[in-house]
């Protein structure tokens, strides 16, 4: 099948939970696709399972959940059917991920130093001790004082520099994809622009493709080339940034945009009705259909496959395309 | 058709989540079923001795187990079974007394010490210390062996030692809903300390101090055992478990089953106690609640 | 600490003084006459007012003079300083034997979570927090001892051996230190069933509380980080949770220690060990108030100091806490 993605590719992810609940069916039928040194940013309210989805590229989904079915290519490799120890070259060399919480992300009794200097000693095999310039290097290119913060403990920094440090400590094996899971959520709005004005700037320089998540739609008009829009474990649209403010196709999306507050707006803002989908026991067909305004009988019924209304623009909505692949909500 | 939005009724939910977790720990199970033969052990001890715990018939002594006698007899000729049947009652009768006791003394000092804060705090707290200072076995001995070795004085040996770890609790309780919203609120409409302490603190540290006081049972029993092993306990010849292990030390080669029985008994009762409160502990663990 | 020490003094002088009816008369027995009872009282100062007492209970204590044994004749401190070493060698090896067991088990339990090491685990640890000290120690003669005859019965060495030049008390070392091989053997299987049965509780707890510490720290964020940067599962482990999971197992370590000193009382019971606990036991059972009162006040000394030990290790473990 071909690719629409030359660095990533991911299709048909399913991810379970298995709860005293019952089974959370948190991913279903996933799309994602990003090339070589692009940025894309994968947006959604919380619990629509963006985060579930970068873990599962990753391969770090743990008990009680578990990958069900999909396919992942990165970089020419399946990645879902690799061996463990061929996933342990993959991540934190071609492929590393940075996250939401940078002070409890980072190991509280280690030296920040040593942390940063496992990532490059691991994967070019030498004594950590060894990579102590190297990752000094690091400290002073996401912009902290090397010597100051090398021997410093997570605690004894502040949220952005630890962010900082964690961006470094990703960044230190030159990887192919940086995954960055919400990186700004947790900091305040001015240390918020400043990471995000780092990760550009070394992506550039180091030629690095970004994957963002985050719920900020205002950091995806900043920051990303692409995007990708989820709703309750689906991928309901993919565009370009421009295009996707331009002209959103996904009635989600449309509710987004409308309730997000923009410089130059004047009209009201717009809440969209209804709420987000238990996971257990979701809406059969299109998981968005109880708080669509447009919605059709056969939206009830089945699953609207993501398909190319105009090119480079991807939706999963009834609403366009010719109606011919109906899918059965399985 | 538009789905309806399901009522959610959370305190019978939490009910039915709690008993779920219960269910599903095979552990928690165990244990309380554990607890309850003993209580009932405890309850019906008279109608299952099928001797009396104390009448020696020395013409019977020694006798290891059989059908007439399932543990044996010892040195005295009394059936072990029944002895040990009977020892629940005084197992059950010290953990009760000695709980009620300590977590008496506890509550009070721990939100006396709480709520005033200051140098009353700092009193009450040095005390404390003071006590926690010694091993608790070996202040319980200390205690025991100058009142003189016997059941009630064991039981206010062990209460003597065990309070503080209630205060402690109650304190740190106390000193959270001081600090609450509502106290202001009452002080402010003229509520005075001692009603606001009694009445609105006092309740908030209860429920803690009981689970504390569920998990600390077993070493309550510990504790009188080794009491009783000593010879700083309960006497011969009431039959306390611990004293019972003590006796049959002399004869620990050949009739080995008048030490092993009640031995059996304690870790069983303390096991069960254990099981019952870990799973107590688990199930409120507000992480683990999934 | 020093506040708590003296209130511990007052505790002590407390129960030794003011709870009992008639020491004396205990002493001398039932049918002593009274003139004797008299004269003992007089010559051991029990007729002095309580406080003139107290003040010289705490003056001794300070210089370390706990008055003379009734029972032994010996000063008490002296007493002490013979059967102290005795105890402390029995903890220091019980408490070796389960740092090693019980961090051991914890850990596999943790890794291997609800597998067969797990599941052994758990019923060795629940069993060994609840079966009483002395039973154990009972159960475990009876088979090792008088059953299986593999390990000695009583005492610290056999009849005939004499004990190793003094340098420290404990033979272990003495007779390392002196290069008598042959004696160090015989004080090792000595020491071995009863460090072992008194270590039992303190293995079962260690493992109980490792297990549970590293399942924590097996869900915190930055294990998290650690696989994603690629790292076998071994470093992580080992590397990143162990030393974060240490923390609770140090203090839990503190606190089986003072367990220690209680369960030495009762093994050295079973054991026929010639340590503090038996001391103060055997002072306890026959009333010896000096004896009481100076071995229970070492006894909180000695506890205190495990306790500020503790605390010490633990600021060395964790740098969040060395501010």
């Known amino acids: 099948m071909e690719l629409r993605g030359k660095l990533l590719d991911v299709s048909g992810l399913k991810v379970s939970f298995y709860t005293y609940r019952g089974v959370i069916k948190a991913l279903d039928g996933v799309e994602m696709w990003m090339d070589s040194g692009e940025r894309l940013g994968v947006v959604g309210e919380t ?29 020419g490799k399946s990645l879902l059917e690799l061996p463990e120890e061929g996933m342990n070259r993959v991540r934190g060399g071609e492929m590393s991920m940075i996250f939401q919480e940078p002070r409890s992300a980072l190991n509280p009794v280690m030296k920040v130093g040593f942390q940063i200097g496992e990532a490059i000693a691991k994967a070019k095999k030498i004594s950590i001790k060894k990579t102590y310039p190297e990752a000094k290097e690091m400290l002073r290119l996401v912009g902290l004082d090397p010597d100051r913060v090398l021997n410093s403990y997570p605690h004894e920094l502040s949220g952005g520099m630890s962010q900082r440090v964690m961006i470094g400590m990703g960044l ?11 990186p700004t959520s947790a900091l305040d709005v001015t240390i918020q622009a400043q990471i995000l004005e780092l990760l550009d700037e070394l992506a550039r320089k180091m030629g690095n493709a970004v994957l963002l998540i985050t719920h900020d739609m205002g950091v995806v008009a900043e920051f990303c080339d692409k995007v990708m829009v989820m709703y309750a474990g689906h991928s309901v649209e993919y565009a370009s940034t421009v295009r996707l403010f331009e002209k959103p196709m996904h009635p989600y999306t449309g509710g987004l945009l409308l309730a997000v507050p923009r410089v130059g707006r004047t009209d009201e803002l717009k809440a969209i009705k209804g709420t987000v989908p238990d996971l257990v026991d979701p809406p059969p067909g299109c998981r968005f259909h109880p708080r669509c305004p447009h919605v059709m009988e056969l939206c009830r019924t089945s699953k609207p496959p993501l398909i190319q209304v105009e090119p480079g623009h991807y939706v999963a909505c009834y609403l366009y395309g010719d109606k011919k692949e109906v899918r059965e909500d399985v | 058709m538009e789905k309806s939005v399901k009522v959610s009724r959370p305190f019978v939910d939490d009910l039915k989540h709690t008993a779920f977790l219960w269910k599903k720990s095979r552990l928690t199970m165990i244990g309380s079923v554990i607890i309850v033969i003993f209580l009932l052990m405890a309850a019906f001890a008279p109608l299952i001795a099928p001797y009396s715990p104390t009448e020696q018939n020395l013409s019977n002594k020694l006798r290891s187990p059989s059908w007439q006698h399932l543990f044996g007899t010892d040195q ?7 002895r040990v049947i009977t020892g629940s009652r005084i197992a059950l009768w010290i953990i009760f007394l000695v709980s009620v006791i300590s977590g008496s003394i506890g509550i009070i000092v721990g939100v006396t010490a709480g709520y005033f804060g200051g140098i009353v705090d700092e009193i009450l707290m040095r005390i404390t210390d003071m006590f926690l200072a010694f091993p608790s076995l070996v202040l319980a001995m200390a205690f025991a062996a100058m009142l003189g070795p016997n059941l009630t004085n ?46 609105h603190v006092l309740p908030m540290c209860i429920s803690p101090v009981l689970v504390q006081l569920t998990l600390r049972m077993g070493t309550i029993i510990l504790t009188a055992a080794s009491l009783g092993f000593l010879g700083l306990g309960v006497q011969p010849p009431t039959p306390e478990w611990g004293a019972m292990v003590s006796d049959g030390r002399n004869f620990l080669i050949d009739q080995w089953w008048i030490s092993t029985f009640p031995g059996i008994f304690i870790a069983f009762v ?4 254990n099981l019952l409160g870990d799973g107590v502990r688990d199930m409120l663990d507000p992480r683990l609640r999934r | 600490m020093v506040i708590v020490l003296f209130g511990v003094a007052c505790i002590v002088f407390f129960i030794a003084n003011v709870i009992p009816a008639d020491p004396i008369g205990a002493i001398l027995g039932g049918n002593a006459p009274p003139e004797a009872i008299d004269r003992l009282r007089t010559r051991l100062g029990y007729d002095q007012p309580l406080i003139i007492r107290f003040g010289k209970f705490i003056s001794g204590a300070v210089r370390g003079d706990f008055g003379v044994s009734l029972k032994t004749s010996n000063p008490v401190m002296k007493d002490i300083m013979n059967y102290f070493p005795a105890t402390m060698e029995l903890a220091i090896v019980a408490i070796i034997i389960s740092i090693i067991l019980g961090i051991t088990l914890g850990v596999l339990s943790a890794v291997h979570r609800n597998k067969a090491i797990d599941q052994f685990s758990r019923v060795f640890s629940i069993l060994g927090v609840s079966m009483p000290v002395f039973w154990i120690g009972l159960l475990l ?17 056999g009849f005939f051996t004499f004990p190793p030049p003094r340098v420290t008390g404990m033979y272990l070392l003495d007779s390392a230190i002196a290069g008598q091989w042959d004696t160090f053997k015989e004080a090792l299987m000595h020491i071995l069933l009863p460090a072992f049965v008194l270590g039992y509780n303190a293995t079962a707890s260690i493992a109980r509380i490792t297990r549970a510490s590293m399942l924590d720290v097996l869900r915190q964020d930055f294990i998290r980080t650690a696989k994603s940067k690629g790292l076998r599962k071994n470093v992580v482990i080992y590397r990143h949770a162990l030393r974060n999971s240490m923390i609770p197992t140090i203090t839990i370590i503190g606190l089986v220690f003072g367990g220690l000193l209680e369960g030495a009382v009762l093994t050295e019971t079973v054991f026929s060990w010639p340590g503090l606990g038996r001391y103060i036991t055997t002072g306890m059972l026959f009333l010896d108030y000096p004896a009481v009162m100076g071995g229970t006040l070492y006894i909180a000394f000695i506890y205190s100091i495990a306790n500020l030990i503790v605390d010490i290790l633990y600021a060395l473990l964790d740098p969040r806490m060395r501010m």
């Open chain 2, 270 to 273: 303390v096991l069960g106690f």
């Open chain 1, 47 to 75: 619990g629509c399972g963006k985060s579930v989805t970068s873990l599962a590229v990753m391969r770090l989904i743990e008990q009680p959940g578990e990958i069900q079915a999909g396919r992942v290519i990165f970089n």
């Open chain 3, 141 to 157: 003669l009876l088979i090792f001892y008088f059953r299986l005859d593999w390990l000695p019965g009583g005492g610290r060495l």
């Open chain 1, 172 to 182: 230190a094996t030159h990887p192919k994809l940086l995954i960055a899971d919400e």
């Open chain 2, 154 to 199: 064991t039981i206010i040996a062990i209460s003597i030692v065990s309070w503080t770890t209630y205060a402690r609790l109650a304190r740190a309780e106390a000193i959270k809903v001081k600090s609450q919203p509502y106290i202001e609120a009452i002080r402010s409409v003229g509520g005075g300390n001692l009603r606001i302490m009694f009445l």
């Open chain 2, 76 to 82: 005295f000729g009394r059936d072990i079974f029944s």
